[in-house]
């Protein structure tokens, strides 16, 4: 059966396995997941025995086979690792989630322990919750219980919807803490009257929403969780009910019992799989949230997001122009101070009063900083940036200006005020740990003062996150690195939202291996890692080295081929274009002209995958001109709708017997699936190398660089290369699609990298097309 559900807290609502009986020795352990396989290909309704997919489950069984969980738990036999971790790239087609399934789940079943599935997007969740696992259930002797997990603002907390449900402004303030510039002119007095008038209507028609939300909780016709809402609510509707680590007293709410995400968290310690996403797993890690991870079994299923999501989960950022928060934050601390008899140990206000002034020097010198960027005054329109210039355009490709700190150096006059925020944020965060465990511990003591403590928490829970944000990012900033020690990466980010300009501090270390090796790898006893995408030019070196893994003894790495003929069922043909890519204008005018000459040709579907938004806006400029006004009938462009609404579009559109192509940037040539016609044609408009902007990225660059090492050879390349396969990756589908993946960037034939990224890709047969003439290559 599959249960929906969980995040953080609390050590005793994960649930725990019982002591594992007696388990077989290597060999009866990889007979037996050898055995489940074999049985669930035989047995479960829509599975046919798959060469590639037994080599997989093989190379799984024999891996974990030596080990044996649980504290204290030894390998029976000394020959072999305590630890295995099998990972696994297998093409598209092999079935990988079946294999792993098939052979996990019995090995954790035989020691009575439980199994941790984790993904990186939505749709896999998906299958594994109504496809695979429920198939693996029925086709298994001994049945199992599985649960998707899901993080906890999916769910509506209970006592906040209670507040908000009548429409109430007063109690919307507990929750609402957006802000900006304080005006005392006149003009501005007056305006801020017309708009806190406003708040109130909007606060009253969100009101009713909530009142219905309320009364389907009431009526069990919804059971809390955001996913099972008809519609999919607004974010600026839902933030404000959502459930909230910081804004919740767990046990001590007098709306535990009724609580949708508690629930939840209830049924999930009961299930023997549990279906989570790499967010989720990598930021509850030590909060007994999920099982221990040397306690259980781990599948890592699109693992090549391993690095890129710890590196996000370890930054640091703080805004640093909005700061009406922290007036408010004084008066928050003497209404719950007041309410419990509790006396802070310092002057609140006057902290309060010093961090405001802290972050308004940091936004100072970092607005100085920024306005002498050639590109500040393109994102302005001005030689000096206004703070609040309404008349502020865009840069043309609307992406924010980033300066970025070498080295992770700050300017000598930026580190006093980084020392007062950092100490301010810390002991202002004193008190609001001394205040939530005294509310704890009121409410512990006299349950019937739950409720009230309830309230007060949360009324401390609105500002947390903000004032946790400051002083982690200033405790970042305030690191050096060490001697032979990468330093941190340090920028600022300016951009205009809605005529304001925006300002953000942001840091993060820059080895996300390291981070993966000190937070996941050291726990983990048995695991095996997987996607589709591992290898990039041919090696798995890379992956090794990002997800943390690399020189781990305990990894057995292997490549399961797909059982695809790329070299019968697709052609990849590699244009050769005059202006060369680096020059950005010329290349992108003559790419442009011949992929619109190739649309013509798109009987049915069709994927363009641009590496820019800008890139992609000139190809839809160019379709809204007369002459192309056909072809822009047929193209559906990310942005426009939802992904699920373009996808529909575009299925309905081909079952029509009608050409529809889809526009998309990173996130669409990764996980689409598009067999058949949905996808006969794949255009590339460029090799996917990562933006020259990115701040991470040029840290870890110039780091490379002064040990003496090659980053583009290094890290460029690998990593596009990866990209590629995962692009490419979306021609074939099925073993009887037939697909062209056209690549209009011809590095990939006439540079060195090119032919190294070529080694990674599959099989195709490869054609150069030079004057519209097509050879082989």
């Known amino acids: 059966m599959s249960t929906p559900l969980l995040d953080e807290p609390s050590a005793t609502d994960a649930g725990s396995s019982s002591p594992g009986s007696p388990v077989a020795g290597p060999l009866a352990r990889e007979a037996l997941a050898l055995a489940a396989f074999d049985h669930m290909v035989s047995h479960a309704p829509g599975y046919r025995a798959r060469a590639g997919q037994r080599e997989m489950a093989a190379h799984i069984a024999h891996t974990l086979s030596g080990v044996t969980l649980g504290d204290g738990a030894v390998a029976s036999d000394a020959a072999l690792p305590a630890r295995g971790i099998a990972v696994v790239q297998a093409g598209t087609g092999v079935g990988k989630s079946a294999a792993y399934a098939s052979t996990v789940i019995p090995l954790a079943l035989a020691q009575q322990k439980r199994v941790i599935i984790s993904t990186a997007t939505v749709a896999l969740q998906e299958q594994l919750i109504a496809k695979d696992l429920p198939a693996l259930a029925s086709a298994l002797p001994e049945p199992f219980t599985f649960a998707l997990a899901k993080g906890r603002g999916r769910y509506v907390c209970r006592l906040k919807l209670d507040q908000l449900s009548g429409g109430d402004a007063a109690s919307a303030d507990l929750f609402e803490t957006d802000d900006s510039a304080t005006d005392t002119s006149a003009a501005g007095v007056a305006a801020q009257a017309v708009a806190t008038a406003a708040a109130a209507a909007r606060w009253q028609e969100r009101g009713v929403q909530y009142a219905r939300w309320a009364d389907a909780l009431d009526s069990g016709s919804w059971d809390g969780d955001r996913d099972r809402l008809d519609e999919p609510p607004e974010g600026s509707l839902w933030g404000p009910v959502a459930a909230e680590r910081h804004t919740c007293t767990a046990r001590h709410c007098p709306s535990y019992n009724s609580c949708s995400y508690y ?125 609040r210039q309404a008349a502020a355009e865009r840069r043309s490709d609307g992406a924010p200006v980033v300066e970025r700190f070498e080295a992770g150096v700050l300017p000598a006059d930026w580190h006093e005020v980084v020392t007062r925020m950092h100490a301010h944020a810390s002991s202002l965060l004193k008190v609001f740990e001394a205040l939530a465990t005294q509310l704890k511990a009121t409410a512990r003591e006299n349950p019937g003062d739950a409720a009230r403590c309830a309230k007060l928490y949360s009324r401390l829970g609105a500002l947390a996150p903000r004032l946790q944000s400051a002083q982690e990012t200033a405790t970042y900033w305030m690191q050096d690195a060490g001697e032979g020690r990468p330093p941190l990466a340090k920028w600022l980010e300016a951009g205009v939202s809605h005529g304001l300009v925006t300002l953000t501090a942001h840091a993060c270390p820059l080895q996300p291996g390291s981070l993966l090796r000190n937070h996941l790898w050291n726990q983990v006893r048995a695991a095996v890692v997987t996607s589709a995408s591992l290898t990039t030019c041919g090696s798995f070196d890379h992956f090794l080295h990002e997800s943390g893994l690399a020189y781990d003894g305990a990894v057995a790495a292997r490549e399961v081929q797909s059982p695809f003929d790329h070299a019968r069922q697709g052609r990849l043909v590699v244009v050769q274009t005059v202006a060369d890519p680096k020059d950005v204008d010329a290349y992108t005018r003559e790419m442009l002209a011949a992929l619109l000459v190739d649309l013509r040709e798109v009987s049915r579907g069709a994927l363009v995958l641009f590496t820019s938004r800008a890139q992609m806006r000139q190809a839809q400029a160019l379709l809204e001109r007369g002459e192309h006004g056909a072809l822009r009938d047929r193209v559906l462009v990310q942005g426009e709708a939802s992904r699920t609404v373009l996808l529909r579009r575009h299925a309905e559109r081909v079952a029509d017997g009608q050409p529809s192509v889809l526009f998309g940037l990173q996130s669409f040539g990764e996980g689409l699936d598009l067999p058949g016609e949905l996808c006969e044609w794949v255009f590339i408009t460029k090799l996917p190398f990562a933006s020259p902007s990115d701040p991470v990225g040029q840290a870890r660059a110039d780091w490379l660089k002064s040990q003496g090492r090659d980053p583009f050879s290094e890290l460029v390349v690998p990593a596009t290369g990866a990209r590629l396969l995962q692009w490419t990756g979306r021609a074939l589908r099925t073993e009887t699609d037939e697909a062209v993946v056209v690549c209009y960037d011809d590095r990939l034939l006439r540079q060195s990298y090119g032919r190294r990224m070529l080694k990674g890709l599959p099989p195709y047969r490869l054609q150069r097309r030079v004057d519209g003439v097509l050879t082989d290559a």
């Open 263 to 387: 629930q939840a968290r209830a049924r999930l310690a009961q299930a023997k799989v549990i279906v989570v996403n790499h967010d989720l797993l990598l930021s509850t890690l030590g909060l007994h949230a999920l099982p221990a991870p040397q306690d259980c079994y781990l599948v890592f299923d699109e693992a090549h997001h391993l690095g890129s999501v710890a590196q996000g989960q370890f930054t640091a950022s703080m805004d640093l122009m909005r700061s009406q928060w922290l007036d408010k934050l004084p008066r928050a601390v003497d209404e719950v101070a007041s309410a419990i008899e509790y006396r802070p140990t310092i002057d609140v206000a006057s902290f309060a009063k010093e961090l405001k002034s802290a972050q308004s020097e940091l936004a100072r010198l970092a607005m100085q900083r920024i306005g002498a960027l050639p590109a500040w005054a393109q994102l302005t329109g001005a030689e000096r940036p206004a703070p």
